[in-house]
């Protein structure tokens, strides 16, 4: 089994940063694609970005392209979202999701493990 626990989550002023971290442990070799999902109140969980195994394949939705940065240290078992320039419509509750196959995959049905979730709460 796999575990993911999130942290880093909190409060932040519009135009403020947060970095989210995601520690894995358990049967980590088994892990390949790691991503980033969030959910608001009264939404669907929503795909922020993804990373494979290299980090030589990285995505972002369009909503925070150009703002948030993935990334991971394999040593660790650690995956980090880096998010800049954070606006009001970016707080959710943020998940860190694994799966174990290769590729960016989109939809939340397609990642096997989950963590508990971090609340990012961004405020104007």
């Known amino acids: 089994q796999v575990q993911l626990v999130e942290s880093g989550g909190g409060l932040v002023q519009a135009g403020g940063s947060l970095r989210l971290s995601c520690a894995a442990s358990?049967?980590?070799?088994?892990?390949?694609?790691m991503g980033w999902f969030r959910q608001a109140p009264g939404k669907e969980r929503e795909f922020v970005a993804a990373?494979?195994?290299?980090?030589?394949?990285?995505d972002y939705s369009d909503d925070v392209k150009a703002r948030f940065t993935i990334s991971r240290d394999n040593a660790k078992n650690t995956l980090y979202l880096q998010m800049n320039s954070l606006k009001p419509e970016d707080t959710a509750v943020y998940y860190c999701?694994?799966?174990?196959?290769?590729?960016?995959?989109?939809?939340?049905?397609?990642?096997?493990?989950w963590g508990q979730g971090t609340q990012v709460t961004v405020s104007s």
């Open positions: 999701a694994a799966r174990q196959y290769d590729g960016i995959a989109y939809s939340p049905r397609s990642y096997a493990y």
């Open positions: 358990g049967v980590t070799f088994s892990i390949i694609t």
């Open positions: 990373i494979t195994w290299s980090s030589s394949t990285t």
